[in-house]
């Protein structure tokens, strides 16, 4: 089975840090954000094709240097064509049932259920569907009791939503789909999906954890949970992290680097080389590959990263 992940974009709701290195290759937990989704395909998965565009050395080098145990093929967006035209770009690649991932999200979805779950339903395309408290930001879907999409609803009034589902960016498609995807720059939420209902759209929630890792609170969000769900505790460090005499509060990450005695760190990550003196204070930040956070620095609600 073939995989897509949408990773075209310039990430630039996490810059400076994505000045210096492509979004998907931004680390979680240590870890590149798009290895996060590789590594939760299901096994029978054998093939990723990513639509990529900025920075696309980054990932060559990255795919040639890192065994990530499937077939990785790179196809340039070589301008931004929104989610349909990204994947109409990559329709000589795509002859059979195939996943689609929006390159910046994390969760706990079943995906092998999923893909039972859109056989089931014969249909042309099953979304993910994740259950929001307030629906008004994003566009919902209306479902049957039978699992059949009826409508989208986009950014619904309070009180006027359909249902509180939204489309958490995990897709199983037939190769069909292509037929309703015109040239150009093309939304699928906005202008593929609402004709293709009639020949069958199925959507699947599921519980658990969700995250779009796009923004700085997002990110850290993201971390947070996989912390939480993923290694049952609220703080994580590399082996080669050195922290002494340190104060690492919940929902932090320690890469290889240093936090140096009287520090304190608290819903934050410090990425690779980068060093955190003595008496700093950190909230709610980004430290980004061998930034230096000079002696009593207080810092709150930034990402640090030297260009």
């Known amino acids: 089975m073939k995989a897509v992940i949408l990773a075209g974009g310039f990430g630039t709701r996490l810059q400076p840090l994505t000045n210096c290195m492509a979004k998907p290759l931004v680390p979680l937990l240590g870890k590149p954000l798009v290895m996060h989704i590789i590594d939760s395909m299901p096994a029978g998965v054998d093939q990723v094709i990513l639509a990529v565009n900025y ?10 240097e890192n065994d990530v145990g499937r077939e990785v093929i790179l196809v340039d967006e070589s301008e931004p064509l929104g989610t349909g035209g990204a994947l109409r770009n990559l329709k000589e690649h795509l002859d059979e049932t ?9 969760c706990s979805l079943d995906q092998e259920l999923l893909i039972d ?5 014969g249909a042309m395309a099953t979304l993910a569907l994740w259950e929001v408290e307030d629906p008004q930001p994003f566009g919902v879907a209306d479902l049957r009791p039978d699992g059949r999409i009826d409508c989208f609803q986009e950014k619904p009034a309070p009180g006027e939503e359909l249902s509180k589902l939204i489309n958490a960016g ?9 037929d309703y995807i015109p040239e150009g720059k093309v939304s699928l939420e906005r202008e593929v999906f609402p004709h293709i209902l009639a020949e069958g759209m199925s959507g699947m929630p599921f519980q658990g954890y969700w995250a779009d890792c796009g923004t700085l609170e997002s990110f850290l ?3 947070r949970l996989l912390l939480s ?15 002494k005499g340190a104060s690492l509060g919940e929902n932090v990450y320690v890469g290889n680097a240093l936090v140096s005695p009287g520090a304190s760190v608290e819903h934050s990550v410090v990425m690779d080389g980068a060093q955190v003196g003595e008496g700093c204070i950190l909230r ?3 430290v980004g590959p061998g930034e230096n956070i000079i002696d009593e620095s207080a ?9």
Do not use: K, T, W
């Open 284 to 286: 709610n930040c980004i």
């Open 98 to 106: 195939f996943m689609m991932f929006n390159g910046d999200i994390v």
């Open 170 to 178: 995990i897709y199983v498609f037939e190769p069909g789909i292509m």
């Open 221 to 223: 969000e993201a971390q």
């Open 299 to 307: 810092i709150y609600d930034e990402i640090l990263c030297s260009l």
């Open 117 to 121: 779950f859109h056989r089931q339903q």
């Open 55 to 64: 920075r696309r050395q980054d990932l060559e080098d990255y795919f040639q």
């Open 229 to 243: 769900h993923q290694h049952g505790r609220s703080q994580l460090c590399h082996p080669g992290a050195r922290v």
